[in-house]
T-cell receptor
Framework: AQSVSQHNHHVILSEAASLELGCNYSYGGTVNLFWYVQYPGQHLQLLLK??????LVKGIKGFEAEFIKSKFSFNLRKPSVQWSDTAEYFC?????????????FGKGTTLSVSS | GAVVSQHPSWVICKSGTSVKIECRSL??????MFWYRQFPKQSLMLMATSNEGSKATYEQGVEKDKFLINHASLTLSTLTVTSAHPEDSSFYIC?????????????FGQGTRLTVV
């Protein structure tokens, strides 16, 4: 069965600090990988996704993630966070080449950015 | 990207009543939709997979008689919380996958906040 582990439960940063949120997954086959953000009181928004190709993926709002297959990891990064990045971040995975499979989510990481 | 619309956005109901939540894919057809539940400050937990024209598949621990799912058309799935109780209060989110080549991207509704009083 697939599972997703996010190691950081709550991250507190000052504006302009760099961010890295860890995500590891467990699955026997090839996967698609996603990062979603949920701002307070809002619904999920896709930050970025990895299907195949270049393992360094760039998303919206200056976020990027790197897929390291050997480590089963897909860590999210941003060089300089802003106060508006305060939100909940979810890593998710589904099985590649299987149409209609559900996303399995990690427990989420709360990011608090102080100005 | 594709649009998934969920209705209502929030609902308050009395204990013992039933509530229906609708999930529509607006610009694509979805033979499969997923229903998730999110408790405050927790992750999304998959409840069930809704299959057009056939029975839903429920995850372990989810009561199928309590959470009735109907997927009557290629663009609409409904979740009915029957005989709701305060412990059913939660944020319910639907998702519809769209096949892109060999890969699937999921599009999410805006969620329904259910409060049972």
């Amino acid at each position: 069965a697939q599972s997703v582990s996010q190691h950081n439960h709550h991250v507190i940063l000052s504006e302009a600090a760099s961010l890295e949120l860890g995500c590891n997954y467990s699955y026997g086959g090839t996967v698609n990988l996603f990062w979603y953000v949920q701002y307070p009181g809002q619904h999920l928004q896709l930050l970025l996704k990895y299907f195949s190709g270049d393992p360094l993926v760039k998303g919206i709002k200056g976020f990027e993630a790197e897929f390291i297959k050997s480590k089963f990891s897909f860590n999210l990064r941003k060089p300089s966070v802003q106060w508006s990045d305060t939100a909940e971040y979810f890593c998710a995975v589904n099985a590649r080449n299987q149409a209609g499979t559900a996303l399995i989510f990690g427990k989420g990481t709360t990011l608090s950015v102080s100005s | 990207g594709a649009v998934v619309s969920q209705h209502p956005s929030w609902v308050i109901c009395k204990s013992g009543t039933s509530v229906k939540i609708e999930c529509r894919s607006l610009d694509f057809q979805a033979t499969t939709m997923f229903w998730y539940r999110q408790f405050p400050k927790q992750s999304l937990m998959l409840m069930a997979t809704s299959n057009e024209g056939s029975k839903a598949t429920y995850e372990q621990g989810v009561e199928k008689d309590k959470f009735l799912i109907n997927h009557a058309s290629l663009t609409l799935s409904t979740l009915t919380v029957t005989s709701a109780h305060p412990e059913d209060s939660s944020f319910y989110i639907c998702s519809a996958p769209q096949l892109q080549g060999f890969n699937t991207e999921a599009f999410f509704g805006q969620g329904t906040r259910l409060t049972v009083v």
